[in-house]
Every structure is written in structure tokens, then in C-alpha cells.
């Protein structure tokens, strides 16, 4: 039966992601001092489950790299092989080798073969470190075995170079004779590793009965083989098969392969790789099996009969089967989750259409229809956030990469960083998830390059000499933030007052701090010569805002001086649909998201003041609020004019509370978002558009923007 | 009625290659990512053959075979170590913990039919 393997190697892939990316996030936690054995379990099982999967599916290369890794991590969860600080180093760069030579398997791309190598050689290296002591230790010497001699018997073809690769990484081969269907292939290999390794290694690609494996021991007595010719001759004292060497084919070995053999079973069972325990061995001939690993077979056959046949009778009164235990999910390209959301948008709207032409109906006499749209309204609801959750994603997608990059750099830049992740399980729209990763890691890496300080310096300035490196992600209205706090260095006014004058950008010492570090996303920044922590922060800075930008969000600078810098990235939360209340002004009508509203009231004549500096502020409850009018803003004509004649709406966005005056509030409603500025152009203070259930276009309020815009007003005023 | 297999893996790329053979062959098949779902399987539904990776969190195969060789259900059903570590001490173990006997992996489809047809026809 012909099984076609390429229906299981996608989910084989997927899972060695998975498991490189668990292996990477506990071997950067991991305590070298005090190793958690579950972890290291973990790690191990990580190696193992890949290593399995990598061979089953036929990547030797994978599995050859994995299988040495594996072979360490088992001896440090034995306690068998101390933990060091420079093993973590290689473990992870191993995971990026597998995780290379695994995408490109996957893409059809070529892996770094030489990153491969080198890194197996390295990995190979503690192995051989840890063996040496144990041979020490031991004082078993006749066990180091300096050269080995590989023969695979003449046959069926198999992956040459893949073999010479895989004995590379075990040490240095001194030369190799490739074979065919009638001559045998013969590596010759001056390495440390057992036999029974690299026969191991080796039966991932070529049947184990083929390999024989032999100890040359004069070489270890200095009697070297010819080089060049690929095969030796060993002292007399150990039987040689006959034919060797001189008749071309190139090879020769000992009947008796030592202690480091096999066990002898697994040598007579050629063409099996299982076996059963009890009562006796018994080899079977089974057919020939393609490329796994070979191994005896011993059957039970005298209790297996009765016990199929007892076995044939239970299982006729056991239940039919149950449903796999295994977690199902299905993949599904984004194009149809879109799709899904844009027709549930229109549900949106149709819904609300029918609520607001239900409103106008008599409830006693249309009560099963007004019962019926009330339940439309709920499972829309349920409906549409259902769909939006199919899109969600936990941000630590895209945080659990820093790690990682926060270990390599702060190395490099000999820093010491804490790095802290909050709020990874905060959810957000997969769209962003993709596109948030390089504004991130930009500005993480400006903020360990030119953030934090040396050590020393931190010492001196009274700091510890660890910097703190914080990323947080967290729901605030109606946004989602994701905020890259360092307590480094801090923004330095005025030297990026002096750089903006220098590229004849107007300034003034008056400017606000807020509005000086805008300046670092002037494009001419980013070519700015490198001058320590101003101009660094500017690499690119004008990139990353644009990024965000596109993405409809928004990103701000907090710093103090010597304290810190914190960036904020502002997104909002979802991408199609909103909770918003609508407002009239004049003849228009507004929409603002719901998320922004603290309340509304009707003002009082003598609550609204002009106050010097200030400009217009509304008295609510003993706090002064500046207060600003839709209409000035927009330049609509309003039908009241008088604030006490109107509704005033209080508003919070970015932590600073402000006041709308509007002439009406309308209602709630549910609205899908539509891109403005792709049906038209960017509107300072709108946000976007919606179409509401009357069929009309309403302008979706940018909260922000218009407290933004009100400061400049009322400093304009003052 | 064709026979049951059970089997524990939590590998979920071997663990559908596992059942997808099986399967092809008129197997009937369970399966469980990892000893305590299994054993939770295995009492569920009297299976003709349980196959069990050693590795895996939680339970690991050998005490997985242990703790249904102790229960009347499975004290004498096959169960093989589905193992690649093919050692004589790992061997040993599986041994004394009851197991029928080992296949290691990289198995292939054909290999892994001809042992189960050898234990269970």
C-alpha cells in the first residue's frame, strides 16, 4: 500500500515551529543554576518530537542536527552533563538553523547549509566535551574511538552527500568512495562518537543492515591507513572480511564490532524495526523495508493467537468509536474571514435599518415584529462578534519574538536588559498582529540602543545596572495600546531642538515637550549622523509612524530626561465595526465612538466661562474642562448656538478630558466602518465614515484628533 | 467488526500519519496526544492494541503501559512502544513494563501494518 506522506508533512511542519518556538522560550528562561526539570523536559521532548517527525518524513538533514541536540538535552535533563551559559547560546542557534532548514523545506528554498554544520559541530562539541570527561572519569580509553571506518554493502542508491554531511558533523571524514548497485559505499571518519551513534544517525537514511561499522585500533596506535585511497587495513589479531581493500571496493571490517555494537539481536533481525519481548527471539523474514531503522523482532506468536482471537470477541461489545481526542481546527485563508465580516457589516447595517424603522411602529400593535428585530439585534450582535473573534489574536504573536532579540542584542551591545512582557494574552485584530512586528521591533531596538545606557553609566547616574525594557499591550476605550517603555537615557530636548534647527525645521524654546518629540518623526531625522541617543531614536522613526498610520492608529512619545522614554502605539480595536453614538449638528449627523463618551449633560448658563490662558472651559462638578464646539470645529451652521440650549458631551481620550458641544444626541447604534480615505481623503478629526440606517453618511469622530485640535484652538484663543 | 487501535502520540503529524495507515488498512482507530488522555481512552473503549510514544508530557508511554497492565481490562491486550530510542536499557524498560514489544520509529506505513498484523491480524 502506497501512502502519499504529503497530506501529514504541513502539520508536521507547523508542529516543529511550535516546538522550536516553546524550545526558544524556555531556554530563554531557563535558570542556569537551578534548571527546572520540567523545562528541561520539555525542551528535550521538543528535540525528540522533532527529531521523530523530521525522520519519519524523510529530513535527514533535520534530523541529524536535531538528533545530536536531542542526545545533549537528555543528558542534562539526566543530570548526566552540567548546564552552561554558552550551551544556551548554541541551543538557540541551533533553533534557528532548524527553524531554516525547516522553512526551507517547506518554501523549496535552500537552508545555510554551512550555519548547519557549524552549528552541528558545536553541538557536537559539548557531546565530545562531556564524553572525554566521562572517558576520563572512567578510564576507559580503548573506547575513544579516533577512526571509524563506514561501509554501506553495494545496493539501491541513497542520498551520498547527505551521508558525508551527516558523518561531517561528527568529525572530520577523511575521505569517502561512493558505490552503486554493485559497489559498497565507504566512509572513513576520525571522530569521538560511538558506533552505535552514528549508526543511529546514519539508519535515517540507509537500512541498518547495510552499515557496518569498524574500529580501526591501530589507528588509534598511530598506524594510519593510506590516505586517499579510503580504506585500511587493521592489525592482524582482528578477523577482516576477506575481500577488503585490494580489490577495489574499497573497504573492510571486523566480524566482531566490539561492545559498541548492537546488541546481537538487532543484527540478525535484518529488515524489521520492532520486536517483541517474550518468550523467546524468534527472527522473522520479513519483506525488505524501505529507509528506516533497522531492528530485531522477537514474536509472541504462541499467546498472540488465542489473544486475537479473545480480543475479536470483546471488541464486538465495545462501543462504537469514539471521536479523536486530538483538538480539531481547521485553516482558513483570511480572504474568506474578511469576506465573512464584510457581509456581517451589511447585516449590520441592514439590522440597524430595521431597528431604527421599527422604532416608528406601534409596540401594541407590530409586537411580534418588534420582539422579532429586538432578537435580530441580539444574535447580529452575537453573530458579528463571533466573526471579529475568528480574526483575534493574542499579541503575544508578535511579543514572544523579543525575547529573544532583547537577549542577542543586548549582548552584542554588552548591556544588561530586563525585558518585561505585560498583557501578552491582550487580544487584537490578526491584520495588526502581522504588521505591528517591525514597528516593534524598531523601536525596541532603538530603545536598547539608544535607550538604555552602559551599566557603568547607569551606575553612575545612581541607576541600577540592569535596564528595564517593558512591553505592554492593553485595551483602553475603544484602542487597543501596545506601549515600548525603557528606563534608559530618556529624549534629550535640547539636542533634538538643536537638530531641527540645523535641518531649518521651525522651532521654539516654547514649544511643549510632546511637540518636541514629535520632531524625531520629521523624515530628516532618520539621516541624521548617528549622535547617541537623540538622533537614533530618529532611525527610521518616520517609518514606523507611517506604519502605524496605516494602520488607522497612532503613535506618541512620553520621556523625561535621565528617567525613560515610553512609546506608545495607539490602534484601534477592531477594523470594521464600532459601538457609537450619533449626534446631531445642524443638519449632520456625527458619529462618536462609544468607547470615548464619560457622559452628557445639559450646561447651565453660568458653567460656561472664558478663562485667560485657558481658553473656553465648562464647570462640571468643580472640574474645569475645555470646552469645544463641533459646529467651529467642522464650520457647520448649528441650530443652537446658546451651550445651555444644547447637549455638552464629555469625552476622554489619551488621559485628557474634554467637552463637546453638540446640538443634539440621537441614539446608539452599532455602525460599520468605512474607510474614508480610501473613498475620499483624509479629514483632519474624522476618523472615518459609516452609512446609517436611513441611508445616510455620517462622519465617525476622531476623539483624539479633536482634543488634539481643540488644544490648538484654545491656544489660539489664549 | 474490525479491530481497535489506540493510539498515543503527541506528535499531531505522526499521531494522523499513525491513524490515516491504520485506517487504510480497515483499522478502527482512537487517539490521544498523551498518556492520561489515553489511559482516559482506554477505559472509555476496550481497544484490541494499544501503540504509545514513549516521550510525551504528562504521562510518558511506559507508565502509560503500567497503568493499564495493572487494570483487568488490559492485562493481556498487546501494546507496543512506538520508540526511537531503541536502546537495550529503553527495551529493558518497556520489558518490565509490560509492554508486548517495541517499533521504532522512523517507522514506516508498510512497517507499521505488518506489526500490527502480526499482533493483532
Redesign the interface.
Known sequence: MAIDMSQFIAVFFDEAAEHLATMESILLKLSLDEPDSEDLNAIFRAAHSIKGGAATFGFTDLAGVTHILENLLDRIRKNELGLRADMIDVFLRSGDVLQDILSAHRDGSTADLDAAKEITSLLEKFANESVAEELLAANTIKNSHDGLLITVAAGESFDHQAIVHALESYGELCSSIEGGAENDWVYQVITQASPQKITDTLAFAIEHSRIRITLPQDMLSGDKPSDGEGYGFFSDDKPVVASASQDGEGYGFFTDIAESAPPPADIEADGEGYGFFEPRPKVLTGAAISSALVQTMEVKVEELEPQAAKSKVTSGAVAKSLAPAADTSIRVSVEKVDQLLNLVGELVITQSMLVQTALNLDPVIHENMLSGVGQLERNTRELQESVMSIRMMPISFVFSRFPRLVRDLAGKLNKKIELKLIGESTELDKGFIEKLSDPLTHLVRNSLDHGIELPDERIAKGKSPTGTLTLRAFHQGGNIVIEVADDGAGLNRERILAKARERDIPVSDSMTDSEVWLLIFEAGFSTAAQVTDVSGRGVGMDVVRRNIQSMGGRIEISSMYGIGSTMSIRLPLTLAILDGMSISVGEEIYLIPLAFIIESLQPRPDEVKTMAGKGRVINVRGEYLPLIALHEIFNVPPKVTQFHEGLVIILEAEGEKVAMFVDDLLGQHQVVVKNLETNYRKVPGVAGATIMGDGHVAFILDVAQLVHISQGLTRAVA | ????ILTVD????????V???LK??GY??????DGN?GV??AK??????ILT?Q???GMDGLTLIKTLRATPQYK???M?MLT?E?S?AM?MQ??TAG?????????????L???VR????
Do not use: C, H, Y
Not at chain 2, 503527541?10 to 500519519?17: E, F, L, V
Not at chain 2, 472509555?44 to 492494541?49: A, S
Not at chain 2, 502480526?118 to 491480524?121: H, L, P, R, S
Open positions: 467488526m474490525a479491530k481497535k503527541d506528535s499531531a503529524s505522526i499521531r494522523q500519519m491513524v490515516f495507515t487504510s488498512a478502527d482507530v482512537v487517539e490521544a496526544s488522555l482516559q481512552q472509555k473503549t476496550q481497544v484490541d492494541l510514544d516521550n510525551m508530557p493481556s491486550t498487546p507496543l526511537t531503541s537495550d527495551k518497556g520489558k509492554a508486548t514489544g517495541w517499533l521504532v520509529k522512523p517507522f514506516d506505513p508498510q512497517k501494518l505488518e506489526v502480526k499482533v493483532i491480524g
